[in-house]
């Protein structure tokens, strides 16, 4: 590791293209001789489309609390009280492969080492030249580098019920669109039923073919491919869902799927899985690649005995995994229903979380595009903020008021 102590290495022009929709510097400067400087450095290296605030760390989390994260980013803790702690909260709200240089005016190597440990990519102590930041850019820059916010990727929730019509799509749907718009976090929504398109109808966008292509060529998944076919609802979530023709029979292997969780991890902050109930390896390699698997049930004996059979067939990988019941429809009654306490004692775990039987609720939202979650308030809200908060283990943010209500 090259000490802040050590002479910079020669000049050279290491930035190249950002992936599309992301800048490819943004900097928070906290004084005007900083800002000189680092224009000069851009200048210098070639950096066209840079973003120089001034500001802090402080900024630096609030802005990326709500605007995507840039390919490289520069934030000045020169004064911060406590920058390692501020550094493990920016980089809470970083997306994936985001490379963060922090500088400073404090020239310690315990300090160096602390934030080098929480995932920045390098430390200046400033006054900052062009060499500095040059030399700090080519060091990390496709080499294996190994900081935390590099190597974080998007936490894989899957969703599945135990039997058809639990409710499983309407969970994935609601969650997914809970963490996009209320904790602001970029959401990939993939539904892995390819001919029913589920998921688009929800939430009332068009079916992306591009699914089926991905899927059954892996070959051509990267981030051009997925940018191009995802569609957006909102700002930060972005879905895959196909409607193909049902006389089609398309078979894609647990590989491709894993290329595509895989791809997508490295983009978003949460990759949610509408997993069809069906023993194929395909699904079943979703399910397992999954840090979440949320599993429906509604409140019968066969549905308590399939999410048995289901959780026991994934086993829990040491606690890697995590599985969590949801009893949707509840009070539904019905010949076969059971009671809460039975669903308990035959699941072994209390359900995470239970949704009751409302048909009046569901009947406005069909086709209509309208998100149940959306509600400020109301039972249903409340349940998918609570896994929300279970999946990400941050508390509701509170909206700011400046931003506008929807
Ligand atoms: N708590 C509830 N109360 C009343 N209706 C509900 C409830 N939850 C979901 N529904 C309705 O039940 C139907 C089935 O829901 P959904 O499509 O989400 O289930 P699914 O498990 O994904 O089904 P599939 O097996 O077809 O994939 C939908 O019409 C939905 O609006
Ligand atoms: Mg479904």
Same mark, same amino acid.
């Given at each position: 590791?090259?000490?802040?102590?050590?002479?910079?290495?020669?000049?050279?022009?290491?930035?190249?293209?950002?992936?599309?929709?992301?800048?490819?510097?943004?900097?928070?400067?906290?004084?005007?001789?900083?800002?000189?400087?680092?224009?000069?450095?851009?200048?210098?290296?070639?950096?066209?489309?840079?973003?120089?605030?001034?500001?802090?760390?402080?900024?630096?989390?609030?802005?990326?609390?709500?605007?995507?994260?840039?390919?490289?980013?520069?934030?000045?803790?020169?004064?911060?009280?406590?920058?390692?702690?501020?550094?493990?909260?920016?980089?809470?709200?970083?997306?994936?492969?985001? +490379?963060?240089?922090?500088?400073?005016?404090?020239?310690?190597?315990?300090?160096?080492?602390?934030?080098?440990?929480?995932?920045?990519?390098?430390?200046?102590?400033?006054?900052?030249?062009?060499?500095?930041?040059?030399?700090?850019?080519?060091?990390?820059?496709?080499?294996?580098?190994?900081?935390?916010?590099?190597?974080?990727?998007?936490?894989?929730?899957?969703?599945?019920?135990?039997?058809?019509?639990?409710?499983?799509?309407?969970?994935?749907?609601?969650?997914?669109?809970?963490?996009?718009?209320?904790?602001?976090?970029?959401?990939?929504?993939?539904?892995?039923?390819?001919?029913?398109?589920?998921?688009?109808?929800?939430?009332?966008?068009?079916?992306?073919?591009?699914?089926?292509?991905?899927?059954?060529?892996?070959?051509?998944?990267?981030?051009?491919?997925?940018?191009?076919?995802?569609?957006?609802?909102?700002?930060?979530?972005?879905?895959?869902?196909?409607?193909?023709?049902?006389?089609?029979? +398309?078979?894609?292997?647990?590989?491709?799927?894993?290329?595509?969780?895989?791809?997508?991890?490295?983009?978003?902050?949460?990759?949610?899985?509408?997993?069809?109930?069906?023993?194929?390896?395909?699904?079943?390699?979703?399910?397992?690649?999954?840090?979440?698997?949320? +599993?429906?049930?509604?409140?019968?004996?066969?549905?308590?005995?399939?999410?048995?059979?289901?959780?026991?067939?994934?086993?829990?990988?040491?606690?890697?995994?995590?599985?969590?019941?949801?009893?949707?429809?509840?009070?539904?009654?019905?010949?076969?229903?059971?009671?809460?306490?039975?669903?308990?004692?035959?699941?072994?775990?209390?359900?995470?979380?239970? +949704?009751?039987?409302?048909?009046?609720?569901?009947?406005?939202?069909?086709?209509?595009?309208?998100?149940?979650?959306?509600?400020?308030?109301?039972?249903?809200?409340?349940?998918?903020?609570?896994?929300?908060?279970?999946?990400?283990?941050?508390?509701?943010?509170?909206?700011?008021?400046?931003?506008?209500?929807?």
């Amino acid at each position: 590791m090259r000490s802040i102590l050590e002479a910079p290495a020669p000049i050279e022009k290491p930035i190249s293209r950002a992936p599309a929709g992301r800048t490819p510097l943004l900097a928070f400067v906290g004084d005007a001789d900083t800002e000189r400087s680092l224009r000069d450095c851009c200048e210098h290296l070639g950096i066209a489309d840079a973003t120089i605030t001034r500001g802090g760390i402080a900024q630096a989390i609030d802005a990326l609390s709500t605007q995507r994260s840039p390919e490289l980013l520069i934030v000045d803790i020169s004064g911060v009280a406590l920058p390692v702690s501020d550094i493990n909260n920016l980089a809470e709200v970083c997306e994936p492969g985001v +490379i963060v240089i922090a500088i400073g005016d404090r020239n310690e190597v315990g300090l160096y080492r602390d934030l080098m440990h929480s995932g920045v990519s390098d430390y200046i102590v400033k006054p900052l030249t062009a060499q500095l930041l040059a030399s700090a850019l080519q060091g990390h820059r496709g080499t294996g580098w190994s900081g935390a916010i590099q190597r974080k990727l998007a936490t894989c929730v899957a969703v599945v019920g135990a039997r058809g019509g639990v409710g499983a799509t309407t969970l994935s749907v609601n969650l997914a669109w809970y963490l996009a718009e209320r904790q602001n976090r970029r959401v990939a929504l993939i539904d892995l039923d390819l001919h029913n398109g589920e998921c688009t109808l929800a939430l009332n966008i068009k079916p992306t073919p591009g699914l089926r292509e991905a899927l059954v060529n892996p070959a051509r998944i990267d981030n051009i491919l997925l940018e191009r076919v995802m569609a957006p609802v909102g700002q930060r979530l972005f879905v895959l869902s196909a409607e193909e023709p049902l006389r089609d029979s +398309i078979e894609f292997s647990a590989e491709a799927v894993e290329t595509l969780i895989g791809v997508l991890r490295q983009q978003f902050h949460y990759v949610v899985l509408d997993v069809p109930r069906n023993p194929g390896a395909a699904y079943l390699r979703a399910l397992e690649l999954a840090d979440f698997r949320i +599993i429906v049930v509604d409140q019968t004996l066969r549905s308590a005995r399939d999410a048995v059979r289901l959780r026991s067939a994934l086993g829990e990988a040491g606690g890697k995994h995590h599985t969590l019941f949801v009893l949707n429809r509840e009070g539904e009654g019905g010949r076969h229903a059971i009671t809460l306490d039975e669903m308990q004692r035959i699941l072994d775990l209390r359900p995470k979380a239970v +949704i009751p039987f409302h048909p009046a609720w569901f009947a406005a939202a069909l086709g209509s595009g309208e998100i149940l979650a959306a509600a400020r308030r109301g039972k249903f809200s409340d349940v998918i903020a609570g896994l929300a908060l279970e999946l990400s283990g941050r508390a509701p943010q509170p909206r700011r008021w400046w931003q506008r209500a929807r």
